[in-house]
């Protein structure tokens, strides 16, 4: 599952960089391409975890920025 873990780590510095990250590193990332499904999927799923991290520590600011970013869709 070498494939999950990249996806998930591209997932996270493109969602804390931008779309333009992946741009850049492209040229340089062999198999990128085959994983865009997987980046997509970890990156929708971020917003979840911040509305779970929030719930359950009690973080009102994560919760809201999680629901806010999953009503946003």
């Keep these: 599952m070498r494939d999950g873990r ?9 969602a804390g960089l ?4 992946l741009a850049l590193i492209r040229p340089h990332y062999p198999g990128i391409d085959t994983m865009q ?8 799923a971020f917003p979840l975890l911040d509305v779970l ?4 520590h009690g973080d009102d600011s ?3 920025a ?3 970013t999953v009503g946003r869709g």
């Design 6 to 14: 990249a996806a998930h780590d591209l997932a996270s510095l493109s």
């Design 18 to 21: 931008g779309e333009d990250f």
């Design 37 to 44: 499904g997987r980046i997509r999927f970890y990156r929708s």
């Design 53 to 56: 991290f929030g719930l359950e």
């Design 62 to 64: 994560a919760l809201t």
């Design 66 to 68: 999680g629901l806010e």
